[in-house]
């Protein structure tokens, strides 16, 4: 069974860092291609950043882009996202997804996280 | 940026109805879209892929077409559980934008 399991809900203040963590289980990590995707109080959804494979390539949303940075550890089946200078229109449930296998850079998301709140608030 | 509008923002129905939903793009996206459901308190789930193609496990009574610009989602046959938010996603082009969602509501 394809699990997506994420670290829980935490209140940082305005320009505050924080490291959200997604450990996969039921399929091959390194095999996907993988991605951040967020939805803030009462909005809808947002491409955050997205990681090849092997962690070769990466992408952010201009939002984000210079502050967060994801990563991965194939070792350790498991998916970051490093968010530092956070603002409070970061505020939003974070959700990590796995991109179908082959589309890189045309994804659907087949498989998600639970979500993990986080709180930009001072 | 891609712009993705999604009609409506919410539609009532009844069980064992059908409805449809839309979304536009603002330049052609050719295949490359996604549909996925929300339900409160549980992952997100996606129904389709490519526009047209039924995820592996989701009933068949969901389903998708169009290319280009122009798209819809079609659940025929409502069922309780459908009564939840759906929303579009392009996947053509970085960053990969979403549409608004549409919150469908039992009658």
């Known amino acids: 069974e394809v699990q997506l399991v994420q670290s829980g809900g935490v209140v940082v203040q305005p320009g505050g860092s924080l490291r959200l963590s997604c450990a996969v289980s039921?399929?091959?990590?390194?095999?996907?291609?993988m991605y951040w995707v967020r939805q803030a109080p009462g909005k809808g959804l947002e491409w955050v950043s997205l990681?090849?494979?092997?962690?070769?390539?990466?992408d952010y949303s201009d939002s984000v882009k210079g502050r967060f940075t994801i990563s991965r550890d194939n070792n350790k089946n498991s998916l970051y996202l490093q968010m530092n200078s956070l603002k409070p229109e970061d505020t939003a449930l974070y959700y990590c997804?796995?991109?179908?296998?082959?589309?890189?850079?045309?994804?659907?998301?087949?498989?998600w996280g639970q979500g993990t709140l986080v709180t930009v608030s001072s | 940026d891609i712009q993705m509008t999604q009609s409506p923002s919410s539609v009532s129905a009844s069980l064992g109805d059908t409805v449809t939903i839309t979304c536009r793009a603002s330049q052609g996206i050719g295949s490359w879209l996604a549909w996925y459901q929300l339900t409160p308190g549980q992952a997100p789930k996606l129904l389709i892929y490519r526009a047209s193609t039924l995820q592996s496990g989701v009933p068949s009574r969901f389903s998708g077409s169009g290319s280009g610009t122009d798209f819809t989602l079609t659940i025929n046959n409502l069922q309780p559980e459908d009564f939840v938010t759906y929303y579009c996603q392009q996947a053509d082009t970085i960053p990969y934008t979403f549409g608004r969602g549409t919150q469908l509501q039992i009658k």
């Open positions: 997804a796995r991109g179908r296998r082959g589309e890189l850079l045309r994804p659907s998301f087949d498989y």
């Open positions: 990681t090849s494979w092997d962690g070769g390539r990466k």
């Open positions: 039921g399929f091959t990590f390194d095999d996907y291609a």
